[in-house]
T-cell receptor
């Protein structure tokens, strides 16, 4: 069966520090991968998605970036965090067949 | 504005009652999906309805889709305390890409 992992589960970082969030998927090949951000009590904002290794589409201009160094690994990064980067970050995968499957999320607080 | 917007934003009902949430969207779609999110957790896929379908059932869930009105509803029958969660609709674009656009969600509280 397929599983998706995200880490860390929670993170507190000072403004201006770098960020690296990792997402890995097991049990499937060549999935579509997604990074979303969810502000408190709000819906999901799609940040990046990838249909293959090295293929990244950015949805929202910001100081975040994403990379897909391996088929089942998706990384969200920032060189310098802003206060507005605080939120709940969700990684998801799909098999190109409609449904998306979400990881447990990372709660990021920028102080 | 949001492609998918749910209403109401929040709903509280007694355990055992039925809960109905609505979703409206703006552009043509291939399918519409509903997801549930428990507090502080990831989203869980509930049900998918395709644009050529009008109604779909899964256990205590019933979803309807009216493409002429660009709207969908999610009915949860015989609600349970464990149904307390936020519910989101998500739509794809009708030109074959793999992106979903999520609504802002309905926060459902079941009162025991």
């Amino acid at each position: 069966s397929q599983t998706i992992h995200q880490w860390p589960a929670t993170l507190v970082q000072p403004v201006g520090s770098p960020l690296s969030l990792e997402c890995t998927v097991e049990g499937t090949s060549n999935p579509n991968l997604y990074w979303y951000r969810q502000a408190a009590g709000r819906g999901l904002q799609l940040l990046f998605y990838s249909v293959g290794i090295g293929q990244i589409s950015s949805e929202v201009p910001q100081n975040l970036s994403a990379s897909r160094p391996q088929d089942r690994q998706f990384i969200l990064s920032s060189k310098k965090l802003l206060l507005s980067d605080s939120g709940f970050y969700l990684c998801a995968w799909s098999s190109k067949a409609d449904e998306q499957y979400f990881g447990p999320g990372t709660r990021l607080t920028v102080t | 504005s949001q492609q998918g917007e749910e209403d109401p934003q929040a709903l509280s009902i007694q355990e055992g009652e039925n809960a109905t949430m609505n979703c409206s969207y703006k552009t043509s779609i291939n399918n519409l999906q509903w997801y549930r999110q428990n507090s502080g957790r990831g989203l869980v896929h509930l049900i998918l309805i395709r644009s050529n379908e009008r109604e779909k059932h899964s256990g205590r869930l019933r979803v309807t889709l009216d493409t002429s009105k660009k709207s969908s509803s999610l009915l949860i029958t015989a609600s349970r305390a464990a149904d307390t969660a936020s519910y989101f609709c998500a739509t794809d674009a009708n030109f074959g890409n793999e992106k979903l656009t999520f609504g802002t969600g309905t926060r459902l509280t079941i009162i025991p």
